[in-house]
């Protein structure tokens, strides 16, 4: 096997906290092994059109603790088409990489599965705030999400419980309710509607409402997952059925924003130092994902079939703690 000199490095998709410690730790972590890297802004962008820069240890030396991503993210049409692959190969080529590590979720990885196929080795590293990568048990930056989100809806129930009012508050999470879930356990919340599960006003909002009330309360927290529906149409419904004074808070993409927690960066530390040392001993075309709190590597195209279930147990969680 020949030696690996050079390797590049992108983050694409979604950002996400703990995106910028993968990417210090790939940095690193290759300069350690006597490895250059090159890093890629834009994500698949910046491999199509040429967007790179040589990175050493000192370009990564203050971005543990930053959020977002240094290496920018954005979307790349051209990167879905034949040409904008061959592209992307012939700019590998260029550079001489010997490898590409890809940080982001599974959009990212589809692309990572396209350049593989041709002949570049790629390893993946799942970044996402939504938790919803089939191949891991974990992605960096749902523990900042979640802690984000907490801290929020903290702040909102100080208000809600002053004027009585129903809180209806939208957290990220279009296919997938781990962050609502967890998060809505985390602040005790009245309800959490998930996409999971699907919805039934009845059901899922209004008898957990009324059991809360039955025990005394007069304010109620209700999370919802943005892929359940519009939270002002949810709102907007628990005041006309039951005549709560409902307030509606979208948390957006400030979930995506902050410094990274300490799990996040210490995760995010592992995958990057074990992306680089999978290239080092031409081990490509895998993912780096997690299992029983241990690191696992899987073929990209493998990992890109399997599917994550919610636990559900959970669920029972929250609803034992609602009676």
């Known amino acids: 096997m020949e030696p690996v000199k050079r390797i590049g490095v992108l983050t694409s998709g979604g950002d996400a906290p703990g995106m910028n410690a993968a990417v210090r730790a790939v940095v ?13 802004r834009r994500g698949w962008h910046g491999l199509v059109f040429g967007d790179f820069f040589p990175m050493t240890a000192r370009d990564v030396s203050h971005i543990l603790n930053a959020g977002g991503t240094t290496l920018y993210t954005a979307r790349c049409p051209e990167f879905m088409t034949e040409e ?21 979720g599974d959009g990212t990885f589809r692309g990572a599965l396209d350049l593989s ?8 590293i799942p970044a996402t705030i939504d938790n919803d990568i089939g191949c891991s048990n974990y992605t960096i930056g749902f523990d900042t999400a979640c802690n984000t989100a907490v801290g929020c809806i903290d702040r909102l129930r100080d208000t809600m419980q002053s004027h009585e009012r129903c809180s209806v508050v939208e957290v990220m999470g279009r296919h997938a309710g781990f962050l609502a879930l967890y998060v809505g ?13 699907g919805y039934d006003f009845e059901r899922d909002l209004a008898e957990p ?13 209700v999370v919802v997952a943005e892929g359940v529906g519009s939270a002002l149409d949810i709102g907007n419904e628990v005041r006309d059925k039951l005549g ?27 995958m990057g130092y074990t992306a680089v040392k999978a290239l ?14 241990f ?29």
């Open 209 to 221: 409402i009324r059991r809360s009330r039955l025990r005394g309360s007069t304010h109620f927290m």
């Open 117 to 124: 196929r041709r002949g570049v080795p790629v390893v993946g």
């Open 28 to 40: 690193r972590s290759a300069t350690g092994m006597g490895i250059e890297v090159v890093g890629i």
């Open 185 to 197: 356990i985390a602040v005790g919340a009245t309800a959490v509607l998930i996409p999971e599960r």
């Open 244 to 270: 709560l004074d409902a307030r509606v808070t979208v948390l957006g993409h400030i979930q995506r924003g902050g410094s990274p927690t300490a799990r996040d960066r210490e995760m995010a530390s592992r």
């Open 84 to 104: 904008g692959q061959q592209k992307a190969v012939a700019t590998c080529r260029l550079l001489g990489l010997d490898g590409v590590v890809a940080i982001g």
């Open 295 to 323: 690191l696992t590597e899987i073929p990209i195209e493998e990992a890109l079939q399997m599917k994550k279930n919610l636990q559900m147990d959970r669920y029972e969680v929250l609803q034992a703690m609602q009676r």
């Open 280 to 293: 080092s001993e031409g081990r490509g075309d895998l993912i780096v994902g997690t299992k029983d709190g």
